[in-house]
């Protein structure tokens, strides 16, 4: 399974960006899909992941309301909206699947990785 992240840019403070994260070698209704960031010198965190189509999706607080994951299982890609940026969005986001069920907000929950995509939000 791979997993190509891209849609990252540089952007102003209260743009929007769409993340895009195309998977090839297995379809991703088998898995739940996240989105991770990592800031640097921070430790990467949870962004946003996307269960099932129809499930449930579950988001950071800081992102709530301003960031939307979407799957798409025709075209084997999941996306994240993001809306209303702010500088702290700043970040290289990763796109990630799990066979799991349980543990969505955890990196560790994640079986597979996209390289990752540059996001920079200027003030």
């Known amino acids: 399974v791979q997993l190509q992240a891209s849609g990252g840019g540089l952007v102003q403070a209260g743009d929007s960006l769409r993340l895009s994260c195309a998977v090839s070698?297995?379809?991703?209704?088998?898995?739940?899909m996240g989105w991770f960031r990592q800031a640097p010198g921070k430790v990467r965190e949870f962004v946003a992941a996307?269960?099932?189509?129809?499930?449930?999706?579950f988001y950071e607080d800081a992102v709530k309301g301003r960031f939307t994951i979407s799957r798409d299982n025709a075209e084997n890609t999941v996306y994240l909206q993001m809306n209303s940026l702010k500088p702290e969005d700043t970040a290289v986001y990763y796109c990630?699947?799990?066979?799991?069920?349980?543990?969505?907000?955890?990196?560790?929950?994640?079986?597979?990785w996209g390289q990752g995509t540059q996001v920079t939000v200027s003030s």
């Open positions: 996307h269960t099932w189509s129809g499930g449930p999706t």
């Open positions: 990630a699947a799990s066979q799991s069920q349980y543990g969505y907000t955890s990196d560790r929950s994640y079986d597979y």
């Open positions: 070698g297995r379809t991703i209704s088998s898995y739940v």
